[in-house]
């Protein structure tokens, strides 16, 4: 079974600092890799996915993310955050083949000014 | 607008009491899924599926039925809630089952409490 793996609940950055949010994945063969993005009180919205070809993904709002397959690992970046970022990120995985998603548990981005 | 349409977006009920969230989709999706969030687990998938007729349980489907009789339609059924089952649930549809690059949309979710 797949399982995906976010480090840290919660990630608190500066206004205008660079933001990481960490996601590696278990899985035999190369899947499918997500970030969604949750702002309160609302669904999920994806942010950029990875399926093949190029490996540095470029998502909505600045976002970009690195799929490398030697290091298992999806990491989200945005080299300067915004008031805006502010919300809970999803990182999720899927097989290549079906479109059930498995999600790691959450990382809360908190921005200060 | 293409959308996820989720009904009710709150309920608080009683144990014992049967309710339906229904789930409703205008995209011409094939599949379509139930999620509940609880803080700290993230999401995890109750129910799928990939066609009409066509379902399949996910990781946590105790306590909860599903029918897909309609294409657009996917209401999520609890025969009898417990308080366990209080959490925040997500409607998502996706263009194909078999495309797993397809991306899924979400609904605004319900929020439900049993008492």
């Known amino acids: 079974a797949q399982s995906v793996t976010q480090l840290g609940s919660h990630v608190s950055v500066s206004e205008g600092a660079l933001v990481l949010l960490r996601c590696n994945y278990s899985s035999s063969v190369p899947p499918y890799l997500f970030w969604y993005v949750q702002y309160p009180n609302q669904g999920l919205q994806l942010l950029l996915k990875?399926?093949?070809?190029?490996?540095l993904v470029k998502g909505i709002n600045g976002f970009e993310a690195e799929f490398k397959k030697s290091e298992t690992s999806f990491h989200l970046t945005k080299p300067s955050a915004h008031m805006s970022d502010a919300a809970e990120y999803f990182c999720?995985?899927?097989?290549?083949?079906?479109?059930?998603?498995?999600f790691g548990k959450g990382t809360m981005l908190l921005v200060s000014p | 607008e293409a959308q996820v349409t989720q009904n009710p977006r709150y309920l608080i009920t009683v144990t014992g009491k049967k309710l339906t969230v229904t789930c409703s989709q205008n995209?011409?999706?094939?599949?379509m899924s139930w999620y509940r969030q609880d803080p700290g687990l993230g999401l995890r998938q109750i129910y799928y599926?990939?066609?009409?007729?066509?379902?399949d349980k996910g990781d946590v489907p105790e306590g909860y039925k599903v029918s897909r009789k309609e294409k657009r339609n996917f209401p999520l059924i609890l025969e009898s809630p417990s308080p366990n089952q209080t959490s925040l649930y997500f409607c998502?549809?996706?263009?194909?089952?078999?495309?797993?690059?397809?991306?899924?949309?979400f609904g605004p979710g319900t929020r439900l409490t049993v008492t």
């Open positions: 999720a995985v899927s097989d290549q083949g079906y479109s059930t998603l498995t």
């Open positions: 995209m011409n999706h094939e599949y």
């Open positions: 998502a549809s996706s263009l194909s089952w078999d495309r797993a690059s397809y991306e899924q949309y």
């Open positions: 599926s990939m066609n009409v007729e066509v379902t």
């Open positions: 990875y399926t093949t070809g190029a490996t």
